[in-house]
Nanobody
Framework: QVQLVESGGGLVQAGGSLRLSCAAS????????MGWYRQAPGKQRELVAA???????NYADSVKGRFTISRNNTKNTVYLQMNSLKLEDTAVYYC???????????WGQGTQVTVSS
């Protein structure tokens, strides 16, 4: 079992930056891929960015060039650096990890990101 604690959300003006962090604990030896999802009101949860153990990354088209995902395997933490934020980036951001041979998903509690004009 992996427990995830997110931090770094908040209110920011359009064009600003935020950095999200997600720290994993528990069965951390089995963590594989780590990623960030978001869910805006009335919309489905969507993938924002993901990163493998080896550092390969994948981004949603809407955030390419603005967001950067990274991970510190020593600290068992994944980060999401968000620059040039837009109003449409407003959402609850969730951390997700896959662990174990069965790639079992674990989710964080979510952190609110609100971008204002």
């Amino acid at each position: 079992q992996v427990q995830l604690v997110e931090s770094g959300g908040g209110l920011v003006q359009a064009g600003g930056s935020l950095r999200l962090s997600c720290a994993a604990s528990g069965s951390i030896f089995s963590i594989n891929a780590m990623g960030w999802y978001r869910q805006a009101p009335g919309k489905q949860r969507e993938l924002v960015a993901a990163i493998t153990t080896g550092g390969s990354t994948n981004y949603a088209d809407s955030v390419k060039g603005r967001f950067t995902i990274s991970r510190n395997n020593t600290k068992n933490t994944v980060y999401l650096q968000m620059n040039s934020l837009k109003l449409e980036d407003t959402a609850v951001y969730y951390c997700k990890v896959l662990s174990g041979g069965g790639l079992i998903p674990s989710w964080g509690q979510g952190t609110q990101v609100t971008v204002s004009s």
